[in-house]
Nanobody, 115 residues
């Protein structure tokens, strides 16, 4: 079993910053590809940023230049630094990984950006 726990969400004004954390625990061995997704009511979950096991990062066009994904290997934690936040970034943010062909999601953390 793998457990992912997100934290760091909250309410911020437009132009502000937040850093989300995703701590992984359980039967997770080695460096895994990780992804940050977000979802708003009535929409599908969308990929925001991902990081490979070789630490290559990829971003959705809507967040390029504003968001940065990184990881702390000893802590088994992945971060999403979000700068220059916009009201359209408001969503529940989830982290995801896969181990042995099974996918795991965290419970999500709410990010609200006020205009």
């Amino acid at each position: 079993q793998v457990r992912l726990v997100e934290s760091g969400g909250g309410l911020v004004q437009a132009g502000g910053s937040l850093r989300l954390s995703c701590a992984a625990s359980g039967s997770i061995f080695g460096i895994r590809p990780m992804g940050w997704y977000r979802q708003t009511p009535g929409t599908q979950r969308e990929l925001v940023a991902s990081i490979t096991n070789a630490n290559t990062a990829n971003y959705a066009d809507s967040v390029k230049g504003r968001f940065t994904i990184s990881r702390d290997i000893p802590k088994n934690t992945v971060y999403l630094q979000m700068n220059s936040l916009k009201p359209e970034d408001t969503a529940v943010y989830y982290c995801r990984t896969s181990v042995a062909g099974r996918e795991y999601w965290g419970q999500g953390t709410q990010v609200t950006v006020s205009s």
